[in-house]
């Protein structure tokens, strides 16, 4: 228990002046006499030919985001199939078309699912070109999509500009995500992370450590060894284990303060944490309890529900890195969650299916959530008979549309990707023993479905294993789960933004529904709780309750 409380403490340490510092490199601008852009970030613009003093409406912060994503789509996918004939290609091949199809998707998206063998399909110039670069601007683009958000309940521009793209991409990736992770890596370093280009033929090397630090820091998760962070190369010790459940948590969890900054309330910002801290520990007081008990032949003879986990981090650190990690789509494992107990797998699914707000991913957690605000503001308007109000801004059938569409997406492709897989008769057999048709273990092979369309809709990219998810169908489904549940969200988050920052700030009055404190945290959290309830708890019973109850 004191990895729990030493990530506590340190993000309790980290939690105000790594907050401020990200609302003041958003805000950077706005301050006479300070330097707008670094040398570096102004010779970026140059060449690539942008404005950064040009602002977006949503339009065109939408449109500049997609275009900027489909590139980075197309670079991956072409690097990936003619990697065997680039320098330091390790003898390896191009990879095949679904492959890296999914693959693309899958880092660009910010979910980095893996269906393939890290060590044995990527060449020593694809894992750092082009899964750790987009490791970096994945978890920027996120990142900017929220401070476009938090911009539109801050200022009221006549013309929607929610600023420029482009600036926030660069802005988070250079002043944030890339000093944080440089600062991570050497700390892996010095607990026997590799870093290396040097090959062998008695074990693998690789350039683990910067993209590990990276590939947590970001809340990317994919690894580039097969065992990913349960590997000794990667997560070799007990205090790494723990610098990389930090590195998950520190940039959303500090996102809620540089949210209460950038709006000029901070108590809007420990609102929102407040909420985020108690589904995290919920769910890690059910997984912790779920995974010491001792139900079943195997556990009781071992004394605990150690099969699939590291000796080396134990339960608790198992358990720790499992709920975090769900709950950051990040998708990084230390332990194999196929193989935990019905409840604590069911626990860390059903994390994901809150639409992963505990605290989220960089960017993705904190827009996630006041979303779900919003939500939460329509339902206590409606129950008090007062148009709803969030931040002083109205809110209308267009906001709330838009936060009800963002919101569905990732049912949508959870429920339909699920039922469809289940019904092929191809799916049994890439489900191994727990697909038998007619057996106790067909239960836990619909889990395991089920937590598939739920990783890539959420863009975790975690695998709950034992599905083999390698054939076509997989392949291209779980592809266009990842884009879907992506994208979607964000043009409808961007719509919300462009509708609000051109709305009027209305002062509050005795009306208004304060949305600080526990009056208001209780009706988010009880919000987010009831949709997740009603939208999954018949595929759960299907699933991870069923399997429990037997």
Not at 36 to 50: A, D, F, G, K, P
Not at 150 to 164: A, H, I, K, Q, Y
Not at 318 to 336: E, H, I, K, Q, R
Request: glycine share 12%.
């Amino acid at each position: 228990m004191g990895s729990i409380l030493a990530v506590i403490a340190v993000l309790a340490i980290a939690y105000v002046p790594l907050g401020d510092y990200m609302a003041r490199v958003f805000e950077v601008g706005s301050e006479p006499g300070r330097p707008v852009h670094w040398r570096l970030e102004s010779m970026l613009y140059r060449v690539c030919r942008i404005d950064p003093r040009a602002e977006q409406t949503w339009v065109g912060y939408t449109t500049s985001l997609l275009g900027f994503s489909t590139a980075g789509i197309v670079f991956l996918y072409v690097l990936q199939r003619i990697q065997g004939v680039l320098p330091m290609n390790n003898g390896l091949p191009g990879v095949s078309p679904a492959v890296a199809f999914n693959t693309a998707v899958s880092f660009v998206s910010n979910t980095n699912w893996q269906s393939y063998v890290p060590e044995t399909t990527m060449t020593d110039l694809t894992q750092p070109l082009g899964l750790a670069v987009q490791n970096f601007l994945s978890a920027a683009v996120g990142l900017a999509v929220a401070i476009a958000l938090v911009r539109s309940f801050v200022t009221v521009r006549s013309g929607g500009e929610l600023g420029n793209f482009w600036v926030d991409l660069t802005r988070g990736t250079l002043r944030i995500l890339l000093p944080l992770s440089f600062v991570i890596a050497l700390i892996l370093l010095t607990q026997g992370v590799i870093q290396s280009f040097s090959a062998s033929s008695d074990f693998a090397l690789a350039p683990v450590a910067s993209q590990e630090a990276i590939k947590e820091l970001g809340t990317n998760g994919g690894g580039i060894l097969a065992a990913n962070s349960a590997h000794p190369f990667e997560n070799p010790t007990p205090l790494s284990n723990v610098v990389e459940v930090i590195a998950l948590l520190l940039i959303p969890v500090c996102l809620t303060r540089t949210f209460g900054t950038m709006v000029g309330s901070r108590k809007q910002g420990l609102t929102l944490l407040a909420v985020m801290a108690t589904l995290w520990a919920g769910l890690l007081a059910i997984t912790l309890a779920a995974e010491f008990g001792t139900r079943g032949v195997a556990a009781q003879a071992a004394g605990a529900m150690m099969e699939g986990k590291e000796s080396r981090f134990g339960i608790a650190g198992s358990a720790l890195f499992a709920v975090s990690t769900t709950g950051t789509s990040t998708g990084a494992v230390n332990s194999a969650h196929d193989s935990m107990s019905p409840l604590g797998g069911g626990a860390v699914l059903t994390n994901m299916l809150f639409g992963e707000i505990a605290p989220g991913g960089v960017g993705t957690g904190l827009y996630g959530l006041l979303v779900l605000s919003i939500i939460a503001v329509f339902v206590g308007g409606l129950l008090v008979g007062r148009t709803p109000e969030f931040l002083g801004k109205k809110l209308g059938r267009r906001e709330i549309t838009m936060a009800a569409l963002s919101v569905l997406v990732m049912p949508v492709l959870v429920l339909v990707g699920t039922s469809i897989s289940v019904v092929l008769d191809s799916t049994p057999a890439f489900q191994g023993n727990s697909g038998d048709p007619g057996t106790p273990g067909s239960i836990h092979g619909f889990t395991e479905v089920l937590y598939a369309y739920s990783s890539a809709a959420n863009n975790n990219g975690s695998a709950f294993g034992g599905l083999t998810a390698t054939s076509d169908w997989f392949q291209i489904s779980l592809a266009l789960a990842m884009l879907l549940g992506r994208f979607l969200p964000i043009v409808f988050v961007l719509a919300l933004a462009g509708s609000l920052i051109t709305s009027k700030r209305t002062p509050p009055n005795a009306g208004t529904l304060p949305t600080t404190g526990p009056l208001f945290g209780g009706l988010l959290l009880g919000t987010a709780v009831l949709v997740a309830a009603l939208t999954f708890f018949p595929a759960l019973s299907l699933g991870p309750i069923a399997e429990a109850l037997s």
